[in-house]
């Protein structure tokens, strides 16, 4: 039965979620407007792609404007659900309509960093087990436009940001909730408008994911991080418990590298057990699980120096977990746009590893220098450099075999990349030139 069938739905925000939301209400009938920030030129291919689709666009500076004629409107997560042309509206999202409409159970990851490695970990846990699994959210491909083709025998598997769980009214069946520390106190990327303006706001979104679970659901927490932990108040679900002090599975039996991946091993494991996949199973899952594309992903190997590409890394705690994970000579490449964050504890760390040398990098090179220097690093500092080639050379020449350079940001891209994975791209296309 469509339900949405010939009604008037606007689309806010043409992104990869936006545009999945397109193929729903095209597949049920609807009659759909797509709205936009950025105007006809700027959308380019994809108006292009629309045109055939859409009843009628809304671009530009007016993108928003009379909303009230809808019978739906779909915002994007990118998209702040606080601005004033969205008050008073009933606005929902592609997240809160899968859920809403999704008859499968749901495993649901929150976080701040390493949400897409437990995520898919859990899911190829969960296919290892002879399970048919769904991965997606902000990792894998967005499914509302799959959600009639879910069974309710399939398990699913979300990555959920702040952002889309911020207005659920549903929570998933199994919630998993990593250490949270800072993100999205800022706006980074020019096309979106969405931003927590305090970390409590922050923590408050992430909330959703167990806030209304019931009795027969389950919470699996961080019992070393005081947030994660917190979230035990605010759900009457069964909770389960994961600690690095004892860990799941030793570093010597994954693949994986980073103590910080014990937790998303044992966080994943948790979930896939109860799922009711065998231990076995999960162990033998775990162990080959080489990782994501710029999470501590290996470059490439030059004239016996690895270089690893963690682009992902856009928070000071993720670059210090990347750091930490090497034993040999680091060349640390750090560095990005503003973020909100305090690079304290990094400069600390720095001065207390004493990296061979610190390539700084981007609009934050300055405060992540300075933290280092305050802390008592007195290495090498290389700055001014204003692209992946140069940065990527100049490593190579700092670099003797068996050092290791590592792109680990700790910061955002956008002062000098589209984003992380244009960042990313770019690093491993410079090692490859080497």
Excluded at 80 to 103: I, Y
Excluded at 179 to 186: G, I, P, S, Y
Aim: hydrophobic fraction near 40%.
């Amino acid at each position: 039965m469509h339900i949405f069938k010939n009604k008037n739905v606007a689309i806010l925000g043409l992104s990869v979620e936006g545009l999945d939301s397109v193929k729903f209400f095209q597949s049920e009938g609807a009659h759909i407007w797509c709205c936009d920030r950025r105007t006809r030129e700027a959308l380019g291919a994809t108006y292009t792609n629309l045109e055939n689709i859409a009843e009628g666009f809304q671009l530009g500076d007016s993108y928003l404007n009379d909303l009230e004629r809808f019978d739906y409107i779909v915002r994007t997560p990118g998209m702040n659900p606080r601005l004033p042309e969205l008050k008073g509206k009933a606005v929902t999202s592609s997240t809160t309509l899968f859920f809403d409409l999704c008859r499968a159970p749901i495993i649901g990851v929150t976080g701040t960093k390493g949400k897409g490695t437990t995520s898919t970990l859990i899911s190829e846990m969960l296919k290892a087990g002879g399970k048919h699994a769904w991965l997606g959210g902000n990792v894998g491909v967005p499914l509302l436009s799959k959600v009639h083709h879910i069974k309710p025998t399939d398990w699913v598997v979300l990555e959920l940001s702040s952002f889309q769980l911020e207005d659920l009214t549903k929570s998933p069946h199994i919630a998993v909730v990593l250490r949270t520390t800072q993100e999205h106190l800022m706006n980074q990327d020019k096309l979106a408008t969405n931003f927590h303006p305090t970390r409590e706001a922050y923590v408050e979104a992430k909330k959703s994911i167990v806030k209304y679970q019931i009795s027969e659901d389950f919470a699996i927490l961080d019992a070393d991080d005081p947030t994660s932990r917190s979230f035990a108040h605010e759900t009457p679900a069964k909770i389960f418990y994961y600690s690095r002090n004892k860990p799941y599975m030793s570093l010597a039996e994954i693949t994986l590298r980073g103590k910080h991946n014990l937790d998303n091993v044992s966080a994943a494991a948790l979930a896939a057990t109860v799922a009711g996949v065998p231990d076995k199973t999960i162990r033998g899952a775990a162990a080959v699980f080489k990782g994501l594309e710029h999470r501590l992903e290996e470059a490439g190997v030059k004239d016996g120096v690895l270089y690893v590409n963690d682009s992902f890394s856009t928070t000071p705690e993720t670059a210090i977990a990347a750091f930490e994970s090497f034993d040999e000579p680091v060349i640390l490449i750090a560095g990005g746009s503003e973020k909100g964050s305090d690079f304290t504890e990094l400069g600390q760390i720095i001065a207390k590893k004493r990296p061979k040398a610190i390539i700084a990098i981007g609009a934050m090179a300055g405060r992540i220098i300075a933290a280092a220097k305050n802390a008592g690093y007195a290495g090498n500092i290389i700055c001014g450099l204003t692209n992946m080639h140069d940065i990527v050379r100049a490593g190579a020449r700092l670099a003797k075999p068996d050092d290791v350079v590592l792109l680990s940001p700790a910061c955002a891209s956008f002062d000098m990349f589209a984003n992380y994975k244009e960042r990313g791209k770019q690093f491993k296309y410079e090692v490859s030139l080497l």
